[in-house]
């Protein structure tokens, strides 16, 4: 693993075309690429803290990457992320904790404005303290979604550097953020439409998710390659 950080480009990113790509990228094996993408983020979902998140996420895009080669992929490669299995856990340890840094204080002030909202209202006032209520919950999940939306944003590449260029965790983590600035609004339009496409696909009995995960991934994959181009 390396301890530098690699360069990168500045280009224009434009979001439905990463998308229109990844479906052409992955129509000969897109059902694999479901069963991959599917059993990939229940692997690493299986676990607390995302200890097997990180390694699964790197198998996934080895699999992305061996496919951009023009290279028939495999359902065995994507156990090949555990080859990573350190710096993706330092890596998705270090999410985890930014993720927490953020929530907690929110829901800290949620709960604080709820209770100045209780004292506040008085005899009488429970209709007041339950549109309040779900007026400050609203609020939280909306700042979160946001919030983690930017972090994600931030964290795009990350896995791609660990599996792509052999860094260690926090170069890749310096330099996922450096690329992601020089690209913002591509990156930030990209992460939000595919979060958008998985959102609706969720309010379909969550299935469906599964569905679109190949496409979205398939996008972030391409948008890496433009940023950094192949050795």
Do not use: H
């Amino acid at each position: 693993m390396k301890e530098t950080s690699v360069e990168f480009r500045r280009v224009p990113i434009r979001p439905v075309d990463c998308l229109r790509q990844a479906v052409d990228l992955l129509r000969e094996q897109y059902w694999l690429f479901v069963g991959i993408c599917a059993v990939g983020i229940l692997i690493g979902s299986a676990v607390p803290l995302g200890i097997l998140m990180g390694p699964m996420m790197c198998g996934i895009y080895l699999c992305y990457f061996t496919r951009l080669r023009g290279e028939r992929v495999t359902f065995e490669l994507l156990f090949k992320g555990f080859d990573y299995f350190l710096e993706s856990l330092i890596a998705t340890l270090i999410l985890v904790g930014a993720m927490v840094v953020i929530v907690v204080p929110l829901y800290l002030l949620f709960f604080v404005g709820f209770f100045a909202l209780v004292a506040s209202a008085g005899q009488g006032g429970e209709e007041e303290v339950l549109i309040g209520f779900f007026g400050l919950f609203g609020l939280l999940y909306l700042l979160i979604l946001v919030l983690a939306l930017l972090v994600g944003t931030f964290f795009a590449f990350v896995y791609p550097l660990i599996v792509d260029r052999g860094l260690r965790a926090v170069p890749a983590l310096k330099t996922s953020f450096r690329a992601v600035m020089a690209n913002l609004g591509g990156m930030l339009g990209l992460v939000f439409l595919s979060s958008v496409i998985s959102l609706l696909a969720a309010c379909c009995c969550y299935l469906p998710v599964f569905f679109v995960l190949p496409i979205t991934f398939g996008a972030t994959t391409l948008a890496y390659r433009k940023v950094f181009p192949g050795k």
